[in-house]
């Protein structure tokens, strides 16, 4: 079955989302109109490159949240695609 959208991707994947995250972006998948993801620690300018990457596509953070409960060196943060010209601040 071809999915035009998905609504809700969650992923905690212990630290493969450094490495997966330009994939949840690709052309050929469905949109994502929501992603959940738990990072694991912040490794530098790939932290800043995730973040401005989900920023540069439209998802704009709604949500963050330490993991206290199991480990306090995770945070969950939640995004919502927008349109980019919400991000450049264009459409209040």
């Given at each position: 079955?071809?999915?035009?959208t998905i609504d809700v991707?969650?992923?905690?994947?212990e630290k493969c989302e450094?490495?997966?995250?330009?994939?949840?972006?690709?052309?050929?998948?469905?949109?994502?109109?929501?992603?959940?993801?738990?990072?694991?620690?912040?490794?530098?300018?790939?932290?800043?490159?995730?973040?401005?990457?989900?920023?540069?596509?439209?998802?704009?953070?709604?949500?963050?949240?330490?993991?206290?409960?199991?480990?306090?060196?995770?945070?969950?943060?939640?995004?919502?695609?927008?349109?980019?010209s919400f991000m450049e601040?264009?459409?209040?």
């Amino acid at each position: 079955e071809h999915l035009d959208t998905i609504d809700v991707f969650k992923i905690d994947c212990e630290k493969c989302e450094w490495e997966t995250y330009l994939d949840w972006l690709a052309d050929d998948l469905p949109l994502l109109h929501q992603l959940l993801v738990e990072v694991h620690g912040a490794p530098g300018q790939t932290a800043i490159d995730f973040f401005d990457s989900l920023e540069r596509a439209g998802y704009l953070r709604f949500h963050k949240e330490p993991n206290i409960q199991y480990n306090p060196g995770c945070i969950e943060y939640a995004f919502v695609k927008v349109e980019t010209s919400f991000m450049e601040g264009k459409i209040l």
